[in-house]
């Protein structure tokens, strides 16, 4: 079988052994070594971890398959602390004028769907862009790495959970989405440390989408609590922030960006 083709559903029903030879495959691959297996419980199962180190840089194995993606507004409804603190936001005139929280979150999250994904690894953290967008593909190509396509990233981050954020439905609205510390910063189902600070921007192969965060503006903004925690959510995409990072406002401060490089499997 080729890894390219493994599934999260059968790669959940790997034991130990099996699993160990995946990863070690899966390394000799791409010229790494495995630094971690390890297994921890997800979605009512166990689930293992894999890491391998190449070159200096952690990744993270992501299965694949046809998987769930988008969040499903029709199954969920805010807490009433979420609506409240939405409408005091949208009192204050933040929202992009919509009235209330699931309008306003139909517009920046995608939608449900299923999508068909190669498993691949995934670098454990994001890094900073050093030169544009534009030469991003390039540049990452030059060291045997690709840009995460957006259907990616968003299950990489998910992990398969049909869950708001990537812990849960809710976030704690007495903490800022920023700094260190709390749930975001422990590595999600697949390990990789994700979705964790709000002022992070990761750019993706769609040039409409950001994601993991939104450069801090909702925060410095002072748009609201949950405004400044939804940038995190697994299915954000964040079209007005993703206008900003790709348009002539965001010329010059690719530092300010990230990404999160893959490496291809076979």
């Not at 995946?22 to 894999?50: I, K, N």
């Not at 995608?110 to 534009?134: I, N, Q, Y």
């Not at 990233?153 to 990537?166: I, K, V």
């Not at 940038?231 to 206008?243: C, G, I, S």
């Amino acid at each position: 079988m080729s890894l390219a083709d493994l599934t999260l559903d059968r790669w959940r029903s790997f034991d130990r052994a099996a699993a160990e030879r995946v990863a070690h495959e899966a390394a000799a691959q791409v010229g790494g070594r495995v630094v971690l297996l390890d297994a921890v419980g997800h979605l009512g199962g166990p689930l293992h971890r894999v890491r391998v180190e190449r070159e200096g840089r952690e990744f993270a194995l992501v299965p694949g398959g046809t998987v769930r993606l988008g969040f499903d507004l029709d199954a969920w409804e805010p807490t009433p602390a979420q609506a409240a603190d939405y409408a005091e936001s949208a009192d204050e005139g933040y929202g992009y004028g919509h009235p209330d929280l699931k309008s306003y979150l139909a517009d920046v999250l995608s939608p449900p769907r299923t999508a068909t994904l190669a498993t691949v690894l995934m670098a454990v953290e994001d890094e900073h862009l050093t030169g544009s967008a534009a030469d991003l593909p390039a540049a990452l190509a030059a060291r045997g790495l690709r840009i995460p396509g957006a259907d990616e990233w968003e299950h990489a981050c998910g992990a398969g959970a049909d869950t708001l954020f990537r812990w849960g439905n809710e976030c704690p609205l007495d903490e800022p989405s920023y700094g260190s510390g709390g749930p975001r910063h422990e590595p999600n189902a697949f390990g990789l440390h994700i979705a964790y600070d709000s002022y992070r921007t990761e750019l993706s192969g769609d040039p409409t989408a950001v994601h993991g965060g939104d450069g801090g503006e909702a925060v410095c903004g002072g748009y609201g609590t949950l405004l400044g925690w939804l940038p995190l959510a697994t299915a954000n995409r964040n079209p007005y922030a993703a206008e900003f990072a790709y348009g002539p406002d965001g010329a010059g401060m690719y530092e300010a960006f990230s990404t999160r490089p893959v490496l291809s499997l076979r």
